[in-house]
């Protein structure tokens, strides 16, 4: 079966390299309006295995807003659960949106290109508006660049790097460090970032006037003959999940705080932002695990039980070849309920099975992998 674009999401915009995954795709999605390949005609589990021994490409949708202005890093301090004024230009850092009741708005990475001019990249979120709306008193500009990403994840992928920047191997170039640079003679932004924990990098087109397949091509001679292959943006999610990455709108959204799922970190009360007041009177003990289980297919929302008593929810699923066990997150009703002795939940056939909660990520909790300090061998 060849990949198609069903009626109801036909309307969706396409990426400049849509035409590049269009035979192998299955199944598409649609996030914020942008077409993604959810999956391919092969094995989950043969893409997992590219993903952790060479290289995947992947075409993913995230989003990125452009915020520039002189009030900028004003702006985003108010906006964001911790300053990003005192970032440096070419750098990025995990950034937290609230609401003025706590809950999280949004999530994603924010770059600082320029004094001035900085990109918040986001996957499924209306950002756009929210920021419009909250604008007002600050000297700054809020913009849709058009842009969007290609994700090269794997331990091939530094190699892959600089095997397609014209001019060769970047020096210092570290995780979540962001650089403009030529590929294949075009323009384009770089970052040592991703969603898979793996070490990798993302490749943005800065403006319209990119060629995207060309792009793509460029790529794909420089990673082919260390192994690389397109895959499918579901073959990214146990590897996510292993690494303890959420997904917002499914494990995180505007009726959980940061302390809820474990991300106190990434609030500074130190300074003013949206939310502050809020959270300083939130309870600050999380109610998030990760877990692990024998069962290997349960739903998403799937309820966690002690006895007969449900007393959370689960987040995300999904059997890890690494682990060899089914993993994924719950989200409980309250802290108190996790220090029960014994967990349960349902599979989709019905059979019950129990669970024991694991802390996040699943390995590597120094994130070695992905800053390039460590391979983890993966045989499965």
């Not at 290289?55 to 807003?65: H, R, T, Y």
């Not at 300074?271 to 695990?289: K, N, W």
Request: net charge negative; hydrophobic share 40%.
């Amino acid at each position: 079966m060849t990949g198609r674009v069903l009626p109801i999401i036909s309307s969706c915009k396409r990426s400049p390299w849509f035409e590049a995954t269009r035979d192998l795709t299955t199944a598409y999605g649609n996030h914020e309006g942008r077409l993604t390949p959810i999956t391919f005609q092969r094995p989950t589990i043969e893409e997992y295995r590219v993903l952790r021994t060479k290289a995947g490409i992947f075409d993913v949708p995230e989003v990125p807003l452009e915020i520039v202005g002189p009030d900028a890093p004003a702006f985003l301090d108010y906006v964001f659960t911790r300053p990003v004024s005192t970032m440096t230009v070419g750098r990025g850092r995990y950034g937290l949106m609230c609401h003025h009741g706590g809950g999280i708005a949004c999530d994603g990475v924010v770059f600082r290109l320029e004094k001035d001019w900085f990109w918040y990249v986001h996957a499924d979120r209306d950002v756009f508006t929210w920021l419009h709306a909250l604008k007002s008193g600050y000297d700054v500009d809020i913009r849709k660049p058009g842009a969007w990403a290609i994700q090269i994840q794997g331990p091939k992928s530094l190699e892959i790097l600089n095997a397609c920047v014209d001019g060769g191997a970047l020096e210092g170039f570290k995780y979540y460090h962001a650089k403009q640079v030529m590929m294949g003679g075009q323009k384009v932004l770089i970052s040592r970032t991703g969603w898979t924990a793996e070490i990798g990098f993302e490749v943005y087109n800065m403006d319209h006037s990119v060629d995207g397949m060309a792009l793509w091509s460029h790529l794909m001679l420089a990673g082919a003959p260390l192994g690389m292959e397109a895959l499918s943006t579901y073959a990214m999610n146990a590897r996510r999940i292993e690494a303890g990455i959420l997904n917002y709108g499914t494990d995180m959204g505007w009726d959980t705080t940061p302390f809820d799922l474990g991300l106190g970190m990434f609030v500074d009360f130190e300074h003013d932002f949206i939310g502050r007041s809020s959270l300083q009177t939130a309870a600050r003990v999380a109610r998030f695990s990760g877990f692990v289980t024998a069962a290997l297919d349960v739903k998403w929302n799937a309820a966690v039980f002690v006895g007969a008593n449900p007393v959370g929810h689960v987040k995300a699923f999904e059997f890890s070849p690494t682990l060899g066990t089914g993993i994924g997150y719950v989200l409980f009703e309250n802290a108190d309920a996790m220090v029960a002795d014994a967990f349960t939940l349902k599979d989709r056939t019905g059979a019950v099975h129990s669970l024991d909660l694991h802390p996040l990520p699943f390995f590597d909790p120094d994130k070695k992998i992905p800053r390039g300090l460590e391979v983890m061998e993966f045989t499965g």
